[in-house]
């Protein structure tokens, strides 16, 4: 079992929809959480990060991250096609800048 | 807002070269980071620096090796490039401190023929 799951899609909805993206994680060690988007033929790009378990909001995106139950989500409102990209998900250690665990990645696209 | 620059955004290299992957970043940040990213196996670590000529071995070192002379500059060597090389190699930094989230480059993207 991979520590970091992620749903590789596609996911595909219109322009407009809320979109939820999700990774479940095995160790509950884990401490602070990420996203990243990276679009097609770039590196990864920092949109959140989180320390704790509820909500953190950024204009459309917010992150959510549940420690009970080891659940990681990214909510996209008001979706556009400029999100249409691959979604990563993260997962860390504060005793280890090196052990950060990547999920595989959602390829999300948003139809005009 | 950071920046992480690599040299080259594609790269193509023939089986026995030695290759030289260089990644620079411009916020002063300790920590930097070897990552190939391959379809279906995510991202990889391959060597981690957490200062000037140090290094530590991340989850896929062979065939690789690294050297961190400057902070700013971290740079990524295949020795003996092969087939199975073939790859986007991504630099990262990120600052020290817990829980510091990594900042990426934008990738080269290699093919070993």
């Known amino acids: 079992q991979k520590e970091v799951e992620q749903d590789p899609g596609p996911l595909s909805v219109p322009e407009g929809a809320i979109v939820s993206l999700n990774c479940t994680y095995s160790?509950?060690?884990?401490?602070?959480f990420m996203w990243y988007r990276q679009y097609s033929r770039k590196g990864p790009e920092l949109l959140m990060y989180?320390?704790?378990?509820g909500n953190k909001e950024d204009g459309r995106f917010t992150a959510q991250v549940d420690k009970s139950s080891k659940y990681i989500s990214l909510f996209i409102r008001d979706s556009q096609p400029s999100d249409s990209a691959t979604y990563l998900c993260?997962?860390?250690?504060?005793?280890?800048?090196?052990?950060?665990?990547f999920g595989s990645g959602t390829r999300l696209s948003i139809r005009p | 807002d950071v920046k992480v620059t690599q040299s080259s955004r594609y790269l193509v290299k023939r089986t026995g070269e030695k290759v030289f992957l260089e990644c620079v970043q411009d916020?002063?940040?300790?920590?930097m980071f070897w990552y190939r990213q391959d379809p279906g196996l995510g991202l990889r670590l391959i060597y981690f620096?957490?200062?000037?000529?140090?290094?530590e071995k991340g989850d896929i070192p062979e065939g690789y090796s690294v050297s961190r002379e400057k902070k700013e500059r971290f740079s990524l060597i295949l020795e003996s490039a092969s087939t199975n090389q073939t790859s986007m190699y991504l630099c990262?930094?990120?600052?020290?401190?817990?829980?510091?989230?990594?900042?990426f480059g934008n990738g080269t993207r290699l093919t070993v023929t």
């Open positions: 990262a930094s990120s600052p020290p401190g817990q829980g510091s989230p990594l900042h």
């Open positions: 160790n509950s060690a884990f401490q602070y």
């Open positions: 620096s957490y200062d000037v000529k140090m290094k």
């Open positions: 993260a997962s860390g250690f504060y005793s280890s800048a090196s052990k950060i665990i």
């Open positions: 916020m002063d940040h300790e920590n």
């Open positions: 989180t320390y704790s378990s």
